[in-house]
């Protein structure tokens, strides 16, 4: 069965750097592999997703997002922070079967501080 | 154009009363999930549907039924409220022909069980 981890529950980063959320999958095939965004009181909205090509996906907002497969990971990254990119973010697995079933992680809080 | 809405956006229940969340779209998917967001757990499937007439059970579809009786419509229902069932609630769509694309979700409804 496929699965997704999310190690930090949050990341805290100060406007203007870098940041990284992590996010490493599980799946017996070939992984489809997404990123959503949850800001407060609102549903998920999709960033960016890798299907195949390009191991560098670029997606909404600046966010882009690094596939390895050797590493088994799918770190989603922003080269400068924004104070309005603090949000709950999730990445996602699809399910290896004909029917689009999508596995979620638990969800890392950003936090950007000005 | 709407997308996907959700109705109602909040609810409180007594321990035993029954309810019936309901999901619309105007996009014209195939395929609606009922998902329920709970802290530190992600988002976990209840049921889903491939089409009108059909449903099918998710991870967690214990004290849920649905109905899809109508294409753009994915109606969730709770016969017999339990504390448990104290969550988020999200419905997403997702087209037939687009097996790589995302999904778009809902606003939610939040639902609380005394």
Redesign the interface.
């Known amino acids: 069965a496929q699965s997704v981890a999310q190690p930090e ?1 949050q990341v805290n980063v100060a406007e203007g750097n870098p940041l990284t959320v992590k996010c490493t999958y599980s799946v017996s095939g070939n992984p ?1 592999l ?1 990123w ?1 965004v949850q800001y407060p ?6 960033l960016l ?1 890798y ?1 195949t090509g390009d191991n560098l996906v670029k997606g909404s907002y600046g966010f882009e997002a690094e596939f390895n497969k050797s590493q088994t990971s799918f770190h989603l990254k922003k080269p400068s922070a924004l104070v309005s990119d603090s949000a709950l973010y ?1 990445c996602a697995v ?1 399910d290896g079967t004909g ?4 596995v ?4 890392t809080r950003l936090l950007v501080s000005p | 154009n709407a997308g996907v809405t959700q109705t109602p956006k909040f609810r409180v229940l007594k321990t035993g009363q029954s309810m019936t969340l309901l999901c619309a779209q105007d996009m014209n998917h195939e395929y609606m999930y009922w998902y329920r967001q709970d802290p530190g757990m992600g988002l976990r499937l209840i049921h889903y549907s491939v089409g009108e007439g059909t449903t099918a059970k998710g991870e967690v579809p214990d004290g849920y039924n649905v109905s899809r009786l109508k294409k753009q419509n994915f109606l969730l229902g709770l016969e017999s409220a339990a504390p448990s069932q104290t969550s988020v609630y999200f419905c997403a769509t997702h087209p037939l022909a687009g097996l790589f694309d995302t999904q778009y979700f809902g606003p939610g409804t939040r639902l609380t069980v005394l």
């Open positions: 529950d489809y997404f959503y009181n609102r549903g998920l909205q999709f997703k299907i999730f699809r029917f689009q079933k999508l979620f992680g638990t969800g």
